[in-house]
């Protein structure tokens, strides 16, 4: 499978947006359910820059979608800390799930952290929901360890269905670089129902000028 560091490298720019990437650039990673929809909605956030799935939280060495053993389904995200912060990130993970529900091990509400920082807010935010709301929440917070790749059919689930537009994207990108790809990502959104007519706007520039690719948003 995939592993993280087939990523680090992995860089096409057919499309604008994937020539612009910021480098400096910091990551989140959250359980919230099926990976699918939770991709797709970061997807679309201002200043998120990649998004990608797989699985995390546990301690097996090789999970799969078929077995994911002690692991947790989960999105991370980059995102340009110029245009957005992990508070927005956590704006956008519990509006994206039902963090009430008690659920198996591989859908749990999950934040897992990468530093102290964002351990911090995520717990001060948890604190101030259940405070607010007298409600408590199933989610955990853990301390980030090993992102294991899924299976390269999982990423950008939505775009996949989409035969031509994925094609043109197999053109130009390898697998690793279309899990990177910001273009991928934004149409990825869209085409799951998240992005608007800003969020295509930001990916207009698809496989130059012959391109008549336009992703129909699916209703939710
Ligand atoms: N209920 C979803 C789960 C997919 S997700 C990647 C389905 O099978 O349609 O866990």
Not at 33 to 51: I, K, N, P, Q, Y
Not at 159 to 182: K, Q, V
Not at 188 to 209: Q, Y
């Amino acid at each position: 499978m995939r592993t993280a560091s087939d990523l680090e490298a992995a860089t096409a720019d057919a499309f604008e947006i994937d020539a612009t990437t910021p480098t400096d650039v910091e990551t989140a990673t959250f359980g919230m359910g099926c990976f699918w929809s939770s991709e797709a909605l970061f997807g679309a956030r201002d200043g998120v820059v990649r998004t990608r799935v797989g699985y995390a939280g546990g301690e097996e060495s090789d999970p799969t979608y078929e077995d994911v053993s002690d692991h947790t389904e989960v999105v991370q995200v980059d995102y340009d800390p110029n245009r957005t912060d992990y508070g927005e990130m956590l704006e956008t993970f519990w509006a994206g799930h039902d963090p009430t529900e008690d659920q198996k091990q591989q859908y749990r509400s999950l934040i897992l952290v990468h530093d102290d920082a964002q351990r911090t807010r995520a717990e001060t935010h948890l604190a101030g929901i259940e405070d607010q709301t007298d409600v408590s929440l199933t989610t955990a917070v853990e301390t980030f360890d090993t992102f294991h790749v899924a299976e390269d059919y999982h990423q950008k689930y939505y775009l996949r269905g989409e035969e031509e537009l994925l094609a043109e994207f197999e053109a130009e990108y390898s697998p690793a670089e279309f899990i990177n790809s910001t273009a991928a990502a934004r149409y990825n959104a869209v085409v799951g129902g998240h992005g608007d007519e800003a969020t295509l706007e930001s990916v207009r520039e698809p496989f130059g000028a012959s391109s008549n690719q336009e992703p129909e948003p699916r209703p939710d």
